[in-house]
């Protein structure tokens, strides 16, 4: 199955009080991330991310943000998140639902930190 159609089948399954504050959220699938993006997130190799949350978080928008600015967007890279996929145990659907939703919590204003805390309390 193609990660579009995980990545939809994963969103539809969000409760809708998270798809609510979703609106207006792009969620797009590449093969790799762009040079820039590999710079600015200091990877290593092109492998290295999975997905990636572009945009302001909402607790950090302001009422009437700036016109003309970029909405926020998810990324998920389809090559690097089926090399994970080759190397560990966890079905593909597994993987595209959970770097999906990771990358929301940052939609949300979570940090890695945060998000690491929440999965460990939630083991």
Do not use: K
Not at 32 to 53: H, Q
Not at 84 to 90: D, G, K, L, P
Not at 91 to 115: K, R
């Amino acid at each position: 199955m193609e990660v579009e159609a995980l990545a939809q089948e994963a969103y539809a399954r969000l409760p809708e009080t998270f798809q609510a504050l979703c609106e207006g959220l792009v969620i797009r699938v590449e093969d790799f991330p762009t040079e820039e993006v590999l710079d600015t997130m200091g990877a290593e190799s092109e492998f290295d991310l999975l997905g990636l949350f572009q945009g302001v978080g909402l607790p950090f928008m302001t009422a009437g943000q700036v016109t003309g600015q970029m909405p926020n967007m998810v990324w998920l890279y389809r090559r690097p998140i089926l090399d994970y996929w080759a190397e560990h145990e966890e079905t593909l659907g597994a993987i595209v639902t959970h770097v999906l939703v990771h990358e929301i919590g940052h939609h949300f204003g979570l940090s890695d930190d945060d998000m690491a805390a929440i999965e460990q309390a939630a083991d």
